[in-house]
């Protein structure tokens, strides 16, 4: 089960900053991907009954603010720069969204959190570690280590309805290629709204990715 829940686990191991696959066709230094319209999803947990409570899952499909529609990556002789569309960006209240990297040597997550009160948001870099096993529950978590990245950067831009980050290679370890998915999350009163760039056709329910092709240094 891939949710809010888990990602939460992730933003809070990356804030205490102590917690620490398949083939694909090679491509040029520049790819771009959609997502559809209207396909966010919306989760709402219950305490009842216990031990696990109730989890229940909707659809949302008016809603604008978490709504991917695009996935751009530039694979660059010094960067890399990675960007998601939203369907309509405005508006504040608190979100999350994470760069799904897969490399040659390893997996990244370059993770965002815009808190509730501002626009400024926290990016890090994190490696994230192998899930536990599910609980009774079906829960599981993640520790991940936080790398350090000089030269990391986020631009959230409302008006273009568009986020970026761009970041030195060396901060992924000079990869000769990358893969890349993406996924946000976003308070919606009770519930958290959440969509997960994919493939049409393509599973969202697995740990990390989708991924999209390689995109090799260009
Ligand atoms: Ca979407």
Not at 43 to 56: H, K, L
Not at 63 to 75: G, K
Request: glycine share 10%; proline share 8%; with cysteine.
């Amino acid at each position: 089960m891939r949710t809010s829940l888990t990602r939460t686990v992730i933003a809070l191991a990356a804030s205490s900053a102590v917690m620490g696959l398949g083939a694909a066709p090679a491509s040029a230094e520049n790819w771009r991907g959609s997502d559809p319209a209207g396909d966010v999803m919306t989760y709402t947990s219950s305490p009842e009954p216990p031990p696990c409570g109730t989890f229940t899952e909707g659809a949302d499909p008016a809603n604008h603010t978490a709504d991917l529609v695009s996935l751009a990556v530039r694979h660059r002789r010094d960067t890399v720069e990675l960007s998601a569309g939203f369907r309509d960006f405005t508006g504040g209240g608190q979100q999350s969204l994470e760069f799904d990297v897969k490399t040659d040597k390893h997996e990244f997550s370059i993770s965002l959190d815009r808190r509730r009160t501002g626009a400024a948001a926290r990016i890090s870099v994190l490696r994230p570690g192998e899930p536990s096993a599910p609980d009774e529950c079906g829960y599981y978590t993640v520790m991940s280590l936080v790398d350090p990245c000089r030269g990391l950067e986020a631009d959230l831009s409302p008006s273009l309805d568009v986020v970026s980050v761009v970041l030195p290679r060396g901060c992924l370890g000079d990869p000769r290629w990358i893969r890349v998915g993406v996924q946000t999350g976003r308070s919606a009163g009770e519930a958290w709204s959440t969509d997960i760039w994919a493939e049409p056709g393509v599973d969202t329910a697995v740990y990390t990715g989708p991924y999209g092709p390689r995109v090799r240094r260009g």
